[in-house]
């Protein structure tokens, strides 16, 4: 497909548990970002890469998230010991390397994760 | 610290009532003032691009101006299409963007 692709659409764990979810941009996007929503609130900023290196991460809440794009294409982003906190929709989104700059930004439809 | 806020956090509207969005910002480092469109159960929908006062942008019924320290997103005879929640966000000079927490439209036939 053409658009951003986060696999899995869902993902329901239990406390403690480690998770990963995936990110596919669009082809040829330099820029990829990684946004938390919770129910009723705006994206929030966790982590922006530039090519393979993390050039804000920022947003990151503490330890226990850490985000990968190794080659510079898909990103994974990884949960250490969830927590019910954590329980949100985890978009991601790509844009060409100006996109920084002119604020359009391509998202995807977001992973929403659960910890009970 | 850099703050975006937007009013009123829900809105209804009958078909063809006019009205407006409000989003409010401080933030060290502008690089662009941005309005999204999300749709239940998706991402956001880029929407426009705001780099100056005075500026202004249309796309079909929406309107979004920018002041030095507030946006609007005019809408103009709004259809049942246009219900979704609209989403202000700011761009710092570091790259990422800071989102406002959104304003919920509700267009009714």
């Known amino acids: 497909g053409a658009g951003v692709s986060q696999t899995p659409s869902n993902k329901v764990t239990e406390k403690g548990k480690y998770v990963e979810l995936r990110c596919d941009p669009i082809s040829g996007h330099t820029a990829l970002y990684w946004y938390r929503q919770s129910l009723g609130q705006g994206p929030e900023f966790l982590i922006y890469f530039q090519g393979t290196g993390a050039a804000d991460d920022s947003g990151l809440p503490n330890d226990r998230f850490f985000a990968v794009r190794p080659e510079g294409s898909v990103s994974t982003l990884k949960i250490q010991r969830t927590e019910r906190g954590d329980s949100a929709v985890y978009l991601c989104?790509?844009?060409?390397?100006?996109?920084?700059?002119?604020?359009?930004?391509?998202f995807g439809e977001g992973s929403r994760l659960t910890v009970l | 610290e850099d703050q975006v806020t937007q009013s009123p956090e829900a809105l209804r509207l009958q078909e063809g009532e006019s009205s407006s969005l409000n989003c409010s910002y401080t933030?060290?480092?502008?690089?662009?003032l941005f309005w999204y469109r999300q749709d239940p159960g998706k991402g956001p929908e880029f929407l426009f691009t705001l780099y100056s006062a005075g500026e202004e942008k249309e796309k079909e019924r929406l309107k979004a101006t920018l002041t030095k320290k507030e946006s609007f997103l005019h809408i103009t005879a709004p259809k049942p299409e246009d219900s979704a929640t609209y989403l202000c966000?700011?761009?710092?000079?570091?790259?990422?963007?800071?989102f406002g927490q959104g304003t919920t439209l509700q267009v009714k036939p």
């Open positions: 966000a700011v761009g710092r000079n570091t790259g990422k963007l800071i």
């Open positions: 933030v060290s480092g502008l690089r662009g």
């Open positions: 989104a790509s844009s060409p390397n100006r996109g920084a700059n002119t604020g359009e930004l391509f």
